[in-house]
């Protein structure tokens, strides 16, 4: 009569490269993209890391990361453009004086306040506040048709329910700020998770 061999976990686990039980992929890691008008020929569309943020007390400002993954040309004077997300797509649409409407498409797997806000959902109860505020040295009162640049906020924070059952925001807040240029006076910063 024949032994059987018996084989440990670990065994098993390293023959995984010789044809054994194959590893799962990893999920891709998504970013935020925000779209600004901090280029004076057009938009910007920058990719963000969220997760490299430090914490909400340790805030200090900071550039966006250079270079943009997408600089978009608009006309002067173009105004009312759309940012929207579609699968992974990013689209932007606008209509420039004296033309027709135009589409340009970003394909992410190929490549006090004067400003807005914009609420984005990250998945399992994790979100992103993104505020476009007047910087602390200018009066918006006085100054507000002279802003060329300006503040980003962005806030990562996680929601849960308290004892009580009451949906509250977690102790633990990151943040990032970062000084950017602005060109068009009614543009907010869009924002995209993918």
Not at 6 to 28: L, V, Y
Request: aromatic share 10%; charged share 30%.
């Amino acid at each position: 009569m024949g032994k059987r061999q018996w084989r440990s976990d670990a065994d098993h686990r390293s023959c995984a490269c010789a044809g054994g039980e194959a590893k799962r992929p990893r999920p891709e890691q998504k970013h935020l993209y925000l779209a600004l008008d901090d280029w004076e020929k057009g938009y910007n569309l920058y990719k963000v890391d969220v997760h490299a943020f430090g914490s909400a007390d340790t805030e200090a400002e900071s550039r966006l990361a250079e270079p943009p993954v997408l600089q978009l040309e608009a006309a002067k004077g173009a105004r009312d453009v759309l940012f929207a997300a579609v699968g992974t797509d990013i689209l932007a649409l606008w209509q420039p004086r004296y033309e027709t409407t135009r589409t340009a498409v970003y394909d992410t797997e190929d490549h006090p306040e004067f400003g807005g806000t914009s609420l984005v959902s990250m998945g399992d109860a994790e979100f992103c506040i993104v505020e476009s505020l007047t910087p602390k040295w200018m009066d918006p009162v006085w100054d507000r048709d002279e802003i060329d640049e300006y503040v980003l906020r962005v806030t990562r924070f996680r929601l849960k329910h308290d004892r009580h059952g009451q949906i509250r925001a977690s102790s633990t807040c990151r943040r990032a700020s970062y000084r950017v240029r602005k060109h068009d006076s009614v543009f907010a910063p869009q924002a995209f998770w993918m």
